[in-house]
């Protein structure tokens, strides 16, 4: 497709549930990205991959925090046991390469994951 | 990674150009300037990137003085839909693969 599409919109969990997202990249982007926003305008890197295969990990809370890119299926981030904490919206990214102008990162329009 | 600092807000009123200015003041060699967007509840938008002098889209402008170490967004006649919250990110050539770090961004709040 054209745009990163990211699914659910809205995700609501109590704590302690599973909570899973969805993201499609733009086709044919070797690069996937996760990021979380939380307060105002922070946001925290999680993880990224090149292809189905982890890139950088540094951002991820490894206890209960997952994510895979497998062909030909959306790419997936998946939190064990959800915390209040964790309520933020989630961000996925893709890009087509590393150089100019295929550096550039599109965002999907995000999943808020609630977190009661 | 070159640290930037930007206004918190701005205001301005429908028509106007506005210009925000970043500063990065420890820029590498190998350092790009990008500037995204981001709407309440949209994720960010890449508006523009750049290396060194002028560069122009048909969303904005960016001037980079030539010793890199600050840039300026320009806006030209803003619209009440331009109000949104700009970021300003410095990263490696190579940001295709590599996390974006966004700082607290510049709040744009454009009046009627």
């Known amino acids: 497709g054209e745009e990163v599409a990211q699914t659910p919109k809205h995700l609501v969990r109590g704590e302690g549930q599973k909570a899973k997202l969805y993201c499609a990249p733009i086709k044919g982007h070797s690069y996937v990205f996760w990021y979380q926003q939380v307060l105002k305008n922070e946001f925290k890197f999680l993880i990224s991959f090149q292809n189905e295969n982890v890139f950088d990990e540094t951002g991820m809370p490894k206890e209960r925090f997952s994510a895979k890119c497998l062909p030909n299926s959306p790419c997936s981030l998946e939190i064990q046991a959800t915390k209040l904490e964790d309520s933020a919206v989630y961000f996925c990214?893709?890009?087509?390469?590393?150089?100019?102008?295929?550096?550039?990162?599109?965002f999907g329009a995000g999943t808020r994951l609630s977190v009661l | 990674l070159a640290k930037t600092t930007q206004p918190i807000s701005m205001d301005s009123y429908e028509g106007q150009e506005v210009n925000i200015t970043c500063s990065h003041n420890?820029?590498?060699?190998?350092?790009?300037i990008t500037w995204y967007q981001q709407f309440p509840s949209q994720g960010p938008r890449f508006i523009i990137q750049g290396y060194k002098t002028k560069v122009t889209n048909e969303v904005a402008s960016l001037f980079i003085p030539a010793d890199r170490k600050s840039s300026t967004l320009s806006l030209p006649r803003v619209s009440l839909s331009d109000t949104a919250v700009y970021y300003c990110?410095?990263?490696?050539?190579?940001?295709?693969?590599?996390?974006?770090?966004f700082g607290s961004g510049t709040r744009l709040q454009v009046q009627p």
């Open positions: 990110l410095v990263a490696p050539m190579d940001t295709g693969r590599r996390a974006l770090t």
């Open positions: 420890n820029i590498a060699t190998n350092d790009y």
């Open positions: 990214a893709s890009s087509q390469s590393v150089l100019p102008p295929g550096n550039i990162q599109y």
